[in-house]
């Protein structure tokens, strides 16, 4: 698999380190080794992460919903690079899914509070605007049969797009 390669190019890298490490005279820079290594690390982490991620999405269409869009939102909170893992992953349409869809009010809140987190990277709010998802948003906002609640984290998604 390609989390497997992942791996293996990182256990390649840090040998090809650990070698030129125990030599008394570098026939490679060392700082490059080391970025090498780094940078498979990072790959490997980001492949990782992505697979789980789409786990978490598969199953904010089932029984799990509630606790997928809390999971999802904990890992937008953790840092942007993992916001823009979540976009390419596609989670901007599936949250929208979410807040399109017949559930009830609390996975529509915690849809919107997911949303708002992920649209901290400009790729999240590019996604969400490519997705028509500004026209979900206010058609909650002007909807007063929909609680107060959810359209205070409607707001928030709003705020969280328009600030600089």
């Given amino acids: 698999s390609e989390i497997q ?4 190019n990182v256990l ?8 030129e490490t125990a030599r ?8 490059h080794l080391v970025t ?3 940078s498979a690390f990072s790959a ?10 789409a786990s978490c999405l598969d199953r904010i269409s089932g029984e799990d919903c509630e606790a997928s869009l809390s999971c ?4 937008a909170l953790t840092s942007n690079n993992l916001c823009r893992l979540m976009v390419k992953q596609g989670v901007v349409c599936a949250l929208l899914r979410v807040l399109k869809g017949s559930g009830g009010t609390v996975q529509r809140i915690l849809g919107l509070r997911a ?6 990277v400009a790729e999240g709010i590019r996604e969400l605007v490519v997705m028509d998802g500004m026209d979900v948003i206010v058609d909650i906002l002007g909807d007063e049969n929909k609680p107060e609640d959810e359209r205070r984290e409607a707001v928030g998604v ?4 328009t600030s600089p």
């Avoid at 390669?5 to 293996?8: F, G, P, R, T, V």
């Avoid at 390649?12 to 070698?19: E, Q, V, Y």
């Avoid at 490997?44 to 697979?51: H, P």
């Fill in 44 to 53: 490997a982490v980001d492949l990782m992460v992505a697979a789980e991620m």
């Fill in 36 to 38: 090498s290594a780094g």
């Fill in 24 to 31: 008394d005279n570098h026939k490679v820079d060392l700082a």
């Fill in 115 to 120: 949303l708002g987190c992920v649209c901290c």
């Fill in 12 to 19: 390649f890298s840090c040998d090809n380190l650990a070698a």
């Fill in 5 to 8: 390669l992942a791996q293996d």
């Fill in 158 to 161: 709003l705020a969280q797009v």
């Fill in 72 to 75: 999802l939102t904990e890992l």
